[in-house]
Structures are given as C-alpha cells and as structure tokens.
C-alpha cells in the first residue's frame, strides 16, 4: 500500500490498463491531475517494477511489465464496485472531457462508414466552453477535439451531460434517451440509426446494480480530489 494508495497511483495504472501509453494521453486521461505529479508517479511505478519506460524514437512510451498487469482484475474490480455502489454523481463531477475520452478509445471502427466521419456532441445547461465537443473517427483512429476540427459533421448529438454519461454507464439505454427526448441525434437517417452500433459497451456497463430497496454509498469526486 505504500505504492499504491498514493494519490492518484491507481488512476494511472487505470489509464495504462486502457491503452494510454504516452505521457500526453495519460495527461488528457487524467485531466485534473497535474503534470509534475504525473511525471513523479510514473518515475515511481517505473522504479518499483510496475511500469516499464520505453524510450521509441524521439517519444516514450510507458507500459505495464508483468507485475503492473497483473494489477488489472484488481483496478477492473474497485470499477465495477464504484459503479455498483456509488450514489449519482454530482453535478460538478460530471466531466465532458473523461466522457470523450473513454468514449474515443472504445469505438467499433469496422462498423463506423469507412472514412473520416465527425461527431459533434452538444450539451445544454453548461458552461459555453463546455457546451460543444467533435469526436473525428477514421478507419483505425479517434481523436476528441474540443474546437470545431473544420471537417464536415456527420451527426450531431444533442442532449445533457448527465443523460450520455448514464447512456455510456449502462445504466439508461440509447433507445429510452431517444424515446424519453433527453438524447436527440440529428443527420441522415442511415447515420442517425447507426451511430449507437459505433460504440463498444463499456467494461462497467454489464455490471449489475443493487436493488433498489438497496441503498448506495453516497460520495462526490470532490471529496477525494480525484474524478470519479
């Protein structure tokens, strides 16, 4: 536990678990975190065996060694039981940007149309700065823009931040947000229809709730420095 209940330690073999392996993708993985503290935890995973520093070029890439990824059922396990019994975040724990980015990493290229295609999401009652975001799919790659890319949006996604993180958790159905008109999608009928099958379900999305007579842990982010 010296190693691993640092602050922030677990987050960042989090991010290495889901496929960041560049400091600037864990930095955009864990925005809130700074980048000095960054650079030092992973010093210290790399010092302790966890994580392996690999120098390709003029980049870095940092990897989990055997004993970092022997890690993972235990990260995967303290997910499933902080989506199981912790309560409803509150409002200032709900983050666009950690939205995005899982959802960047976890798109079913074979079934997006086989070219540049740009998502626009839109959320009401945010901050202006908040308010729009792109997710730019190519046949092997995403990226999260939270400028207008300058590419021709194929869809646009309008609805609150609260109801596409409850879509993206499992916990409210793409069809009942659109039914309910909490999630609106506008564009081509074809793409419109589609656009649900473009994203993988997330590894926290089959784990079963309590019941509701069940009463949750109550918790915001804000209380442990770090998001949910």
């Not at 912790?86 to 995005?100: A, R, T």
């Not at 207008?148 to 609260?162: C, K, Q």
Request: include cysteine.
């Amino acid at each position: 536990m010296e190693l691993l209940d640092e602050r922030w330690t677990m987050l960042v073999i989090r991010e290495l678990i889901a496929g960041s392996h560049h400091f600037n993708e864990l930095r955009r993985g864990l925005p809130r975190m700074s980048p000095s503290l960054l650079s030092k935890r992973l010093h210290q995973l790399v010092n302790a065996g966890v994580v392996e520093r690999r120098p390709e070029g003029t980049e870095v890439r940092y990897l989990l060694t055997p004993a970092g990824r022997e890690l993972e059922p235990i990260v995967m396990a303290l997910g499933a039981w902080g989506v199981r019994w912790i309560g409803e975040l509150g409002d200032q724990d709900l983050d666009p940007k950690l939205l995005l980015w899982d959802m960047h990493r976890n798109i079913e290229h074979a079934a997006v149309p086989d070219r540049r295609t740009v998502v626009q999401f839109r959320f009401h009652a945010v901050a202006p700065q908040l308010r729009d975001w792109w997710l730019v799919i190519t046949p092997t790659d995403a990226d999260v823009c939270d400028t207008d890319p300058g590419h021709e949006v194929a869809v646009v996604v309008t609805t609150s931040l609260r109801c596409l993180i409850a879509v993206w958790l499992g916990d409210l159905p793409w069809l009942d947000a659109l039914r309910s008109g909490e999630l609106e999608i506008h564009g081509p009928e074809a793409l419109r229809r589609a656009l649900p099958t473009w994203f993988k379900p997330t590894m926290y999305s089959s784990v079963p709730r309590p019941d509701g007579d069940v009463d949750a842990i109550h918790i915001r982010a804000a209380d442990t420095g770090v998001p949910a």
